[in-house]
């Protein structure tokens, strides 16, 4: 029997945590190998790994958890189609023994697997004993030396579902094999069960990562979505963060902006930032530096402290570099990720990417949304300020319905000092919300004056936002100049 008293749990992890209406409340969507297909918030990454296991929703959840204390919104996805394995690579292993992936077994993640003979030896036998070092992320980050054995494959443990399978023969010190392996996919049904999951929910959030990579239709599905979502009876102003598919492993980098453009040379979309390219970060389950999605690293951008409204960029470069862990450049400063410092391309297909500014560090390039050219909705910035100010006065407006409105006796329109209240009441309403910061270098309400409110029983308001100016670039001229060649003064 317990003993009556006090029990104290502490938890740790917390200093992190950012005040409400400082940086964005995430949502994540992606699959997992446990855990309910239903929202639920987490405030710790440990509680996110115990709930669902592994799988991309851990990875990404947990990442943005640690990297800004924020609590996540998280919606395990059903998958249709299982993890697998790209091709193989045994260039270089001089040994006799055929290395194969293991079908039958599926990966539940995108990894970089690595198996690295550290003694040869024959396969099967004791004697001389074969050991070696597996990775997940290609032998940035190592396992311990261990002994083969008699055993004739290889299982990846932490049940990360990685198997390679050894034919009869020898294996040779330094003898390297490696794929790439592919993580589990939704379908379009599984998509719309999450989507649906995180609309009912009353957990509060501003934005949604979608873990996994998606191609132009599931784009255009999210797009859809998000519209759906804003309008009536839903009312719920939202953004969304997306990534295309990486680069493979034959892929250069100029043929990896082409391909990219292709995939997206028809979406054109107004809530959705589409992000290219991956960089190599910190895992923050596990601590390995794992290839992920850029839209990872930008959900952690718009989730930080540093974003304390809605005009805040997420490209703002006084906010200084992304965190030390987020890589685009080798050890040696060679190019391992797509930069499009020198490689542009991808921010001309409206994509938002990374990019090095000298040696300062890795930056977002813009905040871009994918809309199409020319749109008032092309910057993340613009989004959420209208947002903003959508659910102001949306909330504003909805205390006036089956209220109380005179009209004129002799037009039978709305009489003017009544649309004055109601008018003044928005600009009240909108001041707090976004002119006090400032997020928006204006805003008002007009109520319609010539409608005949009594026939319609509709009030017509019209609201503009004038915003803040976010330069992006800046010309400045300079040159020397010589004192002694000035005219003086007598």
């Avoid at 599931?218 to 990486?246: D, F, H, Y």
């Avoid at 028809?266 to 390219?277: E, F, K, P, R, Y």
């Avoid at 930008?298 to 809605?310: E, F, N, Q, Y």
């Avoid at 006065?393 to 004055?420: C, H, M, P």
């Amino acid at each position: 029997m317990t003993l009556s008293g006090v029990t104290v749990n502490r938890i740790d992890y917390a200093l992190g945590s950012l005040p409400p209406g400082i940086g964005e409340n995430p949502a994540v969507i992606g699959p997992a190998s446990a855990g309910a297909y239903t929202a639920y918030a987490f405030g710790r990454k440990e509680d996110i790994v115990s709930t669902y296991t592994g799988g991309p929703l851990v990875e990404a959840a947990s990442y943005i958890n640690y990297g800004t204390g924020k609590a996540v919104t998280c919606v395990r996805s059903a998958t249709t189609t299982t993890g697998g394995y790209g091709t193989i690579n045994v260039t270089g292993v001089t040994g006799t023994s055929a290395a194969t992936v293991d079908a039958a077994v599926h990966p539940i993640d995108e990894f970089e697997a690595y198996v690295e003979v550290v003694t040869g030896g024959t396969i099967a036998s004791a004697s001389p004993a074969i050991t070696y070092r597996w990775s997940l992320d290609n032998g940035r980050s190592k396992s311990a030396v261990t002994a083969l054995g008699t055993a004739t494959s290889i299982t990846i443990p932490g049940s990360v579902g990685v198997k390679f399978n050894f034919a009869s023969g020898t294996l040779v010190a330094g003898d390297i094999v490696r794929v790439r392996t592919t993580p589990p996919k939704e379908g379009v049904s599984d998509m719309t069960a999450a989507y649906e999951a995180l609309r009912v929910t009353a957990l509060e959030w501003d934005f949604v990562l979608v873990a996994n990579c998606l191609d132009a239709s599931e784009i255009a599905s999210l797009e859809l979505w998000m519209q759906n979502l804003k309008t009536p009876p839903n009312r719920q102003p939202k953004w969304a963060l997306c990534n295309v598919r990486g680069p493979t492993t034959a892929e250069s980098f100029a043929a990896y902006v082409t391909a990219a453009g292709v995939i997206v040379a028809n979406v054109n979309v107004l809530l959705t930032a589409v992000a290219s390219g991956y960089s190599r970060t910190q895992s923050a389950v596990n601590a390995r530096r794992y290839r992920r999605p850029v839209a990872w690293v930008a959900a952690v951008r718009a989730a930080s402290a540093g974003i304390v409204g809605p005009a805040v960029s997420l490209a703002k470069v006084a906010l200084g570099p992304l965190p030390a862990d987020v890589q685009i450049m080798d050890e040696n400063g060679q190019p391992c990720e797509h930069n499009e410092e020198l490689f542009p391309g991808m921010d001309a297909s409206r994509f938002l990417c990374l990019r090095t500014r000298g040696k300062k560090g890795v930056f977002i390039e813009k905040d871009r949304i994918m809309a199409s050219v020319g749109s008032d909705y092309d910057r993340i910035t613009r989004v959420k300020v209208m947002n903003k100010a959508e659910q102001v006065w949306t909330d504003y407006l909805e205390n006036r319905v089956n209220g109380e409105i005179r009209v004129n006796a002799k037009s039978g329109f709305i009489l003017d000092e009544d649309a004055l209240e109601i008018e003044n009441g928005g600009k009240a309403a909108i001041e707090e919300a976004l002119l006090r910061r400032p997020d928006a270098s204006d805003a008002y309400l007009v109520v319609a004056r010539n409608n005949n409110i009594l026939a319609t029983r509709t009030l017509i308001c019209d609201g503009r936002v004038v915003p803040l100016a976010n330069p992006e670039n800046i010309t400045l001229t300079i040159g020397f100049s010589n004192p002694a060649a000035r005219i003086q003064p007598v």
